[in-house]
């Protein structure tokens, strides 16, 4: 059996998650969320084998641990979860930004068990109960490495990422992911946010069909994280 650990379980770290289930019969997860009703949904519909409401010590059983939180907490939270680690266990993140990330897994030596990761699939809507086993069927994987990547170790994780649906992977240095995706990604959610928020935008009742729908539609991804 293989043990993957989760720290956040959201639609991203839901969405696994639940493929992993889907997809392979030898997965454990131990998972962590600071929401209680996430929490009791993961267990109930048996996502999570064990769930907890922060890292602690059933996680030093992972063969993988998955940093899904905002990329806001991906540091805290990894270094939180290196008490817990075991020598040999391989660690991701599924977070839009890369850079800050990697230089922190530099700083710390982690270079030969760390590879970022980036899915290229979501949805407007947020949370565990937004997650499907079929997110990221037929989608891009980003897998982000840097001089030091132990090459088996991608190996691996490209492997472990089209057993649970990914069609393709593409490989990117950090600098050169959160360049391009500043542009193709972050860009159209700043324009969506700020034309929801116009005033102008605001009276369309009546004024609005398919265009209006297709240019906000990811303003209702996480709207805390887009405030103004």
């Known amino acids: 059996m293989i043990t993957c650990g989760f720290v956040g379980l959201g639609l ?9 289930k889907a997809n392979r ?4 997860i131990i998972a962590c ?26 996680f030093t059983a992972c063969d993988y641990i998955f940093l899904c939180a905002p990329v806001s907490h991906n540091d805290e939270n990894l270094l939180k979860i290196l008490s817990y680690r075991k020598k040999d266990c391989i660690l991701t993140d599924v977070g839009s930004v890369k850079t800050p990330i990697n230089s922190l897994i530099h700083s710390l030596g982690l270079t030969d068990c760390f590879i970022g990761g980036h899915p290229m699939a979501g949805r407007e809507r947020g949370g565990f109960t937004a997650a499907t086993d079929s997110l ?6 980003i897998l982000t490495q840097g001089k030091r990547t ?3 170790l991608l190996e691996t994780l490209k492997a472990f990422f089209l057993d649970i649906g990914f069609a393709s992977l593409t490989f990117s240095d950090p600098e050169e992911h959160d360049r391009i995706i500043a542009f193709t990604s972050q860009m159209a959610h700043v324009i969506s946010n700020a034309y929801i928020k116009s005033p102008t ?6 004024f609005s069909a398919g265009s209006y729908r297709d240019l906000t539609r990811v303003a209702w991804l996480n709207p805390p994280m887009w405030d103004p």
Request: net charge negative.
């Open 25 to 28: 019969k030898d997965i454990v």
């Open 12 to 20: 991203i770290g839901g969405s696994i998650a639940r493929a992993l």
């Open 201 to 206: 935008a605001r009276k369309r009742k009546g």
């Open 150 to 152: 132990d090459m088996q």
């Open 33 to 58: 969320d600071p929401n209680e009703e996430t929490l009791k949904l993961a267990t109930e519909q048996k996502i999570a084998d064990e769930a907890y409401p922060a890292p602690c010590d059933a």
């Open 136 to 141: 990221y069927v037929g989608a891009s994987m």
